[in-house]
Each structure stands twice: as C-alpha cells, then as structure tokens.
C-alpha cells in the first residue's frame, strides 16, 4: 500500500461554504488518478477524509477547522429513548441489499427527495448525470441499502465498507413519510448492520457545531471526533 505521507493532493480555489454563511472554504483530495483500494481507503478515512462520487476529500480551509469528522462505535452505541421509539416506529420496515440504484424508480425517489428538502442546496437542481456521478461505485467497496414498507422502497442508505467500519455517503427518502424520521432511522440501521457485519465503527462524516444541518450527529452516543490527529470519545460535542 502507497504509504499516505506520499500521495499527492490537490487543492481546489476557496469557493463559499455551504454550511456556515459568509466564510470560504477549500477543499484537499486526492489524486483522482490513484486506484484507491480498500486498505488505503480505511487509512484515509481514520486520519479524516470522506469520499463524494470519485473523490475523496477533506476539508483544508486556511481560517477554519469547524468541520470535525465524527464516527460512531457500533458496540458501544446505546440508543436514547426517543431513538428506541423509532426504531419500533419502523420496525415495519424491510432492509434489503441492492445490487444497483441505478433505476428509474430508485431515482425518482432521490429526485423529489433533493428538490423537496434541499431545494436551496448545491445539489439543487438533481439531475441523473449528478445522481451517478455522486453515488457511484468507484471504490468497488459501495454497499446499497433499500428500506421497504410493503413493496414501496420508503428510503435508500449509501455506504462504503472498510476494514473497520462502515462510512455513510448518503440517505434519500420519501418525504411523505416524515413522522418515521427515515434519516435518522437510516443511522441507527446502519450502525447496527455495522455491528452485525463485525465492524467497530459507522462513519458519519463531518460535524459543525455552527450548522444546524449537522446538529443530528451529537445525538448518536458516544460519538468519536478527530482532532489535533487523533480520535477521542466524547459525551457531547461543543
């Protein structure tokens, strides 16, 4: 494995953040080039990158480090009282591993999905193109999760395995559905398919303590932040 201190990365020009108003941001991946294995992956993913479609990133802005990657150990993960509710809420509803979400259906769902919940996003407008280029298969380690109430695929979950853990790339669902809370109900599905596949870790990106949007991560406890190089477990996030 091509040892991490010697990969070449890039950097993209400040662009405006989209998570905190009135700051830029820049962001640090690696060479697009570099096939990048299973080994390596879970390397960079330990020391705080994260993959969107055939890039994996980090952020690298010059005056700020709001953006903390989190992770949350499956087995010692306890669900709260309200996250208890929901997964009773839900426990109609049927997991299946999908082969492909490369469907028209599939993509419909992910389509009014964007367009109702983040139609002031940079993912708005969606368009297939987008679709595959952002939830593709490139690492060949991405797992597909489809949630089913009857024969109504409700919601999809994204994932890519490592060695240790698995890392969430992206939940879509049907809005329809908002008292079941399909995103977090994806979280804690997917840290228990984490426990059960041997896995120590569910990866859950980036948290800001200045965005509303990341508020939901603190609520999965404990919860593990990487900081000045290393992870520690905290109770809380402040």
């Not at 330990?46 to 690298?60: A, L, M, N, T």
């Not at 809005?175 to 228990?192: D, K, M, Y």
Request: glycine share 6%.
């Amino acid at each position: 494995m091509q040892p991490v201190n010697d990969l070449k990365i890039y950097a993209t020009y400040p662009h405006p953040c989209s998570y905190i108003d009135g700051e830029e941001a820049t962001t640090a991946f690696v060479d697009p080039q570099l096939q990048v294995g299973r080994e390596l992956y879970s390397r960079l993913s330990e020391i705080g990158f994260r993959r969107s479609g055939p890039h994996i990133y980090k952020p690298h802005c010059k005056h700020c480090s709001a953006c903390i990657p989190c992770r949350v150990p499956s087995t010692a993960f306890s669900p709260n009282r309200t996250q208890r509710k929901l997964l009773n809420r839900n426990g109609d509803l049927k997991l299946t591993q999908l082969d492909t979400i490369n469907t028209d259906a599939i993509y419909r769902l992910y389509h009014d999905y964007i367009c109702q919940r983040h139609a002031e996003g940079d993912m708005f407008p969606p368009s297939r193109e987008q679709y595959e280029s952002f939830l593709t298969r490139e690492t060949g380690l991405t797992r597909y999760f489809g949630f089913c109430l009857d024969e109504q695929m409700v919601a999809v979950a994204v994932a890519d395995q490592l060695d240790h853990g698995l890392s969430a790339v992206y939940t879509f669902y049907d809005c329809n559905f908002s008292r079941r809370s399909l995103g977090t109900w994806a979280i804690l599905r997917q840290i228990e398919l984490a426990r059960e596949m041997g896995l120590d870790y569910l990866y859950l990106g980036y948290w800001i303590a200045q965005s509303p949007k990341m508020a939901y991560k603190s609520a999965f406890q404990p919860l593990e932040i990487f900081r000045d190089g290393h992870w520690s477990r905290v109770v809380a996030v402040e």
